[in-house]
Every structure is written in structure tokens, then in C-alpha cells.
């Protein structure tokens, strides 16, 4: 697995968020993942966690996985901006709820635009897992809805669970490590920069950008030891 390398948020000119550390992940052909720990104070972000578990509607859909129903393993919701054609995955589509039913997360969304200068998301899935056996499996949000390259904004609360990322079977290989040697001049060890993983912390914020979706797999899988609720809601942009 690679390191990866801090740097300072060049878009935030304000020193008293210096702490703001933008961790910036090249998974090569363009496919990017950055990492911000502590997008919101611990404080704040507990004051959302109480919120979104008190007063979202979560349910857990049947939906359907190679061919059969199964409960989705962790509780959901979606919420989109009013026009925009509907969502569909595994064969469910979620009711679309408005941003006007849980004021909120219109706070969260313009923080998440303010530290992603350009972006404009106008729908979110929020995922509750509710202790050690929730999880979601490898998938990649490559939904035609969302365009060919989509940016997506995930921000995580409460238990902290490790996010995984792995190269989909056949995409190009890494052009480069992040060194910036080319693997063509080394001994290629492609299962080890094929694999990443993050902790994704109570108040972080995870952006996965260019063709993430189209070269990439995700998951939070099961672990055993992370027994407490977590809430996590990506945000994205319906083209
Ligand atoms: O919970 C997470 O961190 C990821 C959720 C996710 O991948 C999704 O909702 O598509
Ligand atoms: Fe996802």
C-alpha cells in the first residue's frame, strides 16, 4: 500500500485552518482520492451524527444482488434536489426526499462546497451501519446519472471503519508510482498499489474524482471490532 503524502489545502488561504491537512492520493490514469481528517470539529461533527440518526427516516431495502433479494446491509436514505431523474441501484429506487426536510445538511453541503472549490452536488445517500456486520461490498457508483467522470464527497461520522479501494479487474494499469518513476523501469509489484485503504474518521472527508468509478472498486467491509453506529453521506453531482 502506498503512503500517502500531506500537503497543505492550497485552495484555504486562512492559517487557522492549517490543520486542515488535504491528504492527496494519484491512483494513476486519472483517477485521484483526497482525504481531509478533520473537515469538521470533533464537536460539530457529533452535533450532526446526533441529528442524522434522531431524525433521518432510515430504512433497509430488499434489494437485489447477482439475481437475488437480499436485505441491504446497512440502513439508508437519499435525498436530491427537486427535477432530476430518479435513482436507481440493485434494482431499488429510494424515495428522493428534499434538502428543505432536514435543514442540516444544507450545512454540510455548502462546507463540502467551500473546501471543493467548482463542485455543485445536488443529491446524497446517507448509509447508517449500525455496528460490526454492517458493511458495504465492493461496488463502484458508476451509475450512468452521474456522468463519466463523477466527483463524489463523502463525509463520515461517528465509529470510525476502514474504506478499501481496489483496481477493477481489466482497467489500465498505474502509469506511474508516486514517486513518479515509471513502472516500466521496475519490477511491477501491481498488487501492491492496486489495493488502498483508508480509516475514515468521525469528521473526515473523502473525495474520490476523474475515473475513480470507471477504474476503481470500493467497500466498507465488515469488522468486528467496530461495534458503534456509523453515519456516512456521499454526495453527488446528477448530470
Ligand atoms: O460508507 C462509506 O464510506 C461508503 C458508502 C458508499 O460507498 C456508497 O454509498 O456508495
Ligand atoms: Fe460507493
Known amino acids: 500500500m502506498l503512503k500517502l503524502k500531506a500537503v497543505s489545502e492550497p485552495t484555504n488561504p486562512n492559517p487557522s485552518d492549517n490543520a486542515k491537512k488535504t491528504q492527496r492520493l494519484d491512483l494513476g490514469s ?3 482520492v483526497l482525504y481531509i481528517p478533520k473537515f469538521l470539529s470533533y464537536d ?6 446526533d441529528y442524522l440518526n434522531d431524525h433521518i427516516p432510515w430504512t433497509r431495502p430488499t434489494i437485489r444482488v447477482f439475481g437475488r433479494s437480499c436485505l441491504q446491509p446497512r440502513d439508508t436514505c437519499y435525498v436530491a434536489s427537486a427535477g432530476l431523474p430518479d435513482l436507481i441501484y440493485s434494482g431499488y429506487q429510494p424515495k428522493a426526499y428534499s434538502w428543505d426536510d432536514f435543514p442540516p445538511l444544507k450545512d454540510i453541503l455548502d462546507a463540502v462546497h ?3 472549490p467548482g463542485s455543485r452536488f445536488n443529491s446524497l445517500l ?3 451501519y ?4 454492517d458493511y458495504v461490498s465492493w461496488h463502484a457508483d458508476d451509475e450512468k446519472l452521474y456522468g463519466p467522470a463523477p466527483e463524489i464527497a463523502s463525509v463520515s461520522f461517528g465509529c470510525e471503519r476502514e474504506f478499501l479501494l481496489k483496481k477493477k479487474p481489466g482497467a489500465s494499469s498505474q502509469e506511474r508510482r508516486s514517486d513518479g518513476e515509471p513502472m516500466s523501469k521496475r519490477v511491477k509489484k501491481s498488487n501492491l498499489v492496486d489495493q488502498h485503504s483508508f480509516t475514515l474518521k468521525h469528521g473526515s472527508l473523502l473525495v474520490m474524482r476523474g475515473h475513480t468509478q470507471r477504474d476503481w472498486l470500493h467497500s466498507v467491509p465488515k469488522r468486528a471490532k467496530a461495534d458503534a ?3 456516512n453521506l456521499t454526495f453527488r453531482h446528477i448530470v
Open 30 to 32: 486519472g483517477s485521484e
Open 44 to 49: 460539530e461533527a457529533w452535533k450532526f451524527f
Open 114 to 116: 467551500k473546501a471543493l
Open 126 to 128: 446517507l448509509n447508517r
Open 130 to 133: 449500525k455496528g460490526s456486520n
Open 229 to 231: 453506529t456509523r453515519i
